[in-house]
């Protein structure tokens, strides 16, 4: 090992490297997984150029400037995009027609602004690598703009174009969209295959229909009129990076060029608790239950009857409840902690911390595992339910739905998972398993940047499948001849047949014609 550390630095060498990073959603849960990713990046000596809603504003990372895009969270409070997600009530096409709507305000905003004009206008900078969230196409424009390899990031599954741009498989069946909210991925029955083939089709249609056409309109205005067609730069991919993971997600072949990171890179070192919380931690001898929704899904997605149950149910535990909560409640009982904020993380770890009640979000699953804490699981959009869902199956929790809390079946399902010791060895397994990986997920995925800098952009990783029609990926022309060889040899053999019985049967003067 300690030859090994002598050799790795070397072999890893890469000369400082100018980055530009940009991850334009107004989500810390986008945001967050990254974080360790910019810090080691910078401290390696890298340039590196972030553009952000949330800027770590640390000024000992020297190496790092920030563009600070935190207006971004305005513009898709002012969308509702958030609620719009969760809301029964609207089909999947008027979701994504509002969320679309927001996407295109945020690009805007983003693209107008005067840091980011002086970024793309300025003659004088280069970078050697942009690192890019896996979005809307728009934001692939970044690296055409500097000529430089990209490199897509996201903080859960790649969406299918990004998929289709590096060369993996989409396949509905195997690997349904989160969206769709197909609660067990593994097993659809005959109508979830149904719709979800429908849905990755028109959803290809979609994009590289009507979204394109206006992006490209878009890439034109800001970039200028020598900007080549979207799709071929996004399609230059030269390495995905994604924060999803095997515990949490259905495997799926992937493109050598396609690395999951979703091994808790999030997880930072432990850090000294606030001392009232600390305080009130340690002398909650029974334990406590941590309760948050996280940091999309706000207070106010819970009706009043639902927040009074949920208090009623809490009132008559045995046990401290800390609680996450933007808006205000009435009639709090007395074991009941609110602020609206807290260092999940640090929190987590404390050993009073019995239990999570979730919103069931990736990273939120994957702190409370890290901790062998169980959960009690709430989900409302995307890929928390199926991740609750997930959850559920493995043993680690018990789900329960939103619109159905009663104070009796809330304090029941709380009251299972702390009982039953099955669910906290579940989820010390789980987490066990999460972080059991060669090398780190923050080491493999600086590994993986440089590898595509040292090699100008790793081309040599490229599928073929990426420049290939669609006809030519699914084999129709050769599924089409032989089919029609097939048939050519079927017809003429029906023929010779249907000759060679009439010969036997009728006579042999026509026969002899013939
Ligand atoms: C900044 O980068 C230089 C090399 O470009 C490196 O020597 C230095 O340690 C880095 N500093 C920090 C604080 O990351
Ligand atoms: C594709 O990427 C290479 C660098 O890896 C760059 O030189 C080239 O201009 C890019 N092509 C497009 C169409 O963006
Ligand atoms: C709260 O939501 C639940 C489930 O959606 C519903 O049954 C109930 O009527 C709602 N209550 C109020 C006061 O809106």
Known sequence: MKVLSLIFPIISYVNCAKILAVIPTPSISHQLPFIPLWRELSLRGHQVTLMTTDPLKDSSL?????????????????????????????????????????????????????????????????????????????????????????????????????????GNEVHPILNPDSNLHIMDQMKLNFWERIISFLYTILLKYKVYGDILQTENARFKKYFGEDAPDLLEVQNNISLLLSYANPVFQNTRPMNPNSILIGHGMHIAKPKKLPKDLQEYLDSSKNGVIYFSLGSNVKGHLLNDTIKRNILQAFSELPYNVLMKMDT?????????????????????????????????????????????????????????????????????????????????????AILEVLNNPRYREKAKEMGELLHDEPMTSLEKAVWWIEYVIRHKGAKHLRSPAVDMPAWKYYMLDVIGSVLGALFIVLFLSYKILKCVISKLLFGKPKAKKD
Not at 136 to 152: E, G, I, K, N
Not at 386 to 400: E, I, L, Q, T
Request: aromatic share 10%.
């Open 328 to 412: 205000d409640l009435k009639d709090v009982p007395k074991n009941v902690k609110i602020q609206k904020w807290l260092p999940q993380q640090d929190v987590l770890r404390h050993p009073n911390i019995k239990l999570f009640i979730s919103q069931g979000g990736l990273q939120s699953l994957q702190e409370s595992i890290t901790n062998g804490i169980p959960l009690v699981g709430i989900p409302f959009f995307g890929d928390q339910i199926s991740n609750v869902y997930r959850m559920v199956k493995k043993g680690y929790g018990v789900r329960v739905d939103k619109n159905e809390i009663t104070k009796e079946n809330f304090k029941q």
């Open 62 to 166: 020297t190496n790092l400037t920030e563009i600070d895009m935190s207006y971004g969270y305005e513009i898709y409070d002012r969308h509702n995009s958030f609620s719009i997600l969760s809301d029964e009530t609207k089909s999947l096409s008027e979701i994504g027609r509002l969320l679309l709507k927001a996407g295109h305000d945020l690009i805007e905003a983003q693209m107008t602004s005067m840091e980011v004009q002086n970024l793309i206008h300025d003659k004088n900078v280069h970078f050697d690598l942009a690192i890019i969230e896996a979005k809307l196409p728009f934001y692939s424009a970044f690296a055409w703009r500097f000529r430089c390899p990209m490199v897509s990031v996201t903080s859960m599954e790649a969406p299918i174009w990004i998929q289709y741009a590096i």
